[in-house]
């Protein structure tokens, strides 16, 4: 699949097909993680369309996505695999009625291929090729940066009562980090690295016209235009992602709105900021913007 992507434009094209608009030194980065069969590592701050970016090239290339979602506290058994407890009860009540059972081998039988739940991982190296999403790795702790290098050096896991399970074809692999803390630097020299910026006023605007085709172009671009003067002011708790620049846009379609105007964008700021303090300050800076 990643064979007809001959060049950095090609993937650009083909993000673009599904609705992602990406920049030359993202589309570039992109290319050579594929090529190149490296992670590729993202950070930036939320809502910079770093998730948005391994769905759409998952699907850009026709492929499933495999997410998974860290935590605090999450270890290498929940993005591996378990073991499904309440059939394998069941499975020995069938030996017990049936009579006669080898203890032995019926607690082979236990841990046979049928039993076993593949977590995120261990899936994307049975389903590959595939795009393996490793989302927010900067909220899981060391030890799992560590298990997260082992499994990107060789692309395979053992499982003590089955063996080793390889990839056929490594995952095309997508870590995010909204850098709540700093990686270690082993797992960023495994992966090739690219910072995403809020997209510019130009883009951004390309960008709701592209997801939100409904929004009319005079509308894009003045809820662009706010978007990005919030943003620059520096003032916000958390500033609007695309996401919530996009869901304004989509909320004040919704209300028929044609042109922005101070009392529709006080009325739908719930759509755009989600701090108390942040609303407040907007509302301010909305009567300054708009009046």
Known sequence: MEGELHTAADVAARLAATGYLCDDDLATVAFLALRME??????????????????????????PLVRLQCYEGIDASQALYDWDFPRQILHLRALEAAGGADVEEAEKSLYDERFLLARPVLAALQQAPAVLLVDEVDRADDEFEA??????ATYQVTIPELGTVRAATPPYVVLTSN????????????????????????????????????VSA??????VGVVQRLRDGGELVKPPGVAETLDWARALHHLGTVELDLATA????????????DADRVRGALERMLA
Do not use: M, N
Request: hydrophobic residues 45%; glycine residues 6%.
């Open 218 to 223: 005079a509308l894009a671009a003045q809820v």
């Open 38 to 63: 490296r992670p590729l590592l993202l950070e930036g701050e939320p809502g910079t369309g770093k998730t948005a970016l391994a769905e759409a090239l998952a699907e850009s290339l026709g492929l």
């Open 147 to 152: 298990f997260l290098l082992e499994v990107l």
């Open 179 to 214: 850098r709540t803390r700093e990686l270690h630097d082993a797992l960023k020299r495994r992966c090739l690295y690219h910072w995403i910026d809020h997209p510019d006023l130009e883009r951004e605007v390309q960008i709701v016209r592209s997801r939100a085709p409904e």
């Open 266 to 277: 006080a009325r739908t700021l719930g759509a755009l900021v989600k701090y108390r303090e």
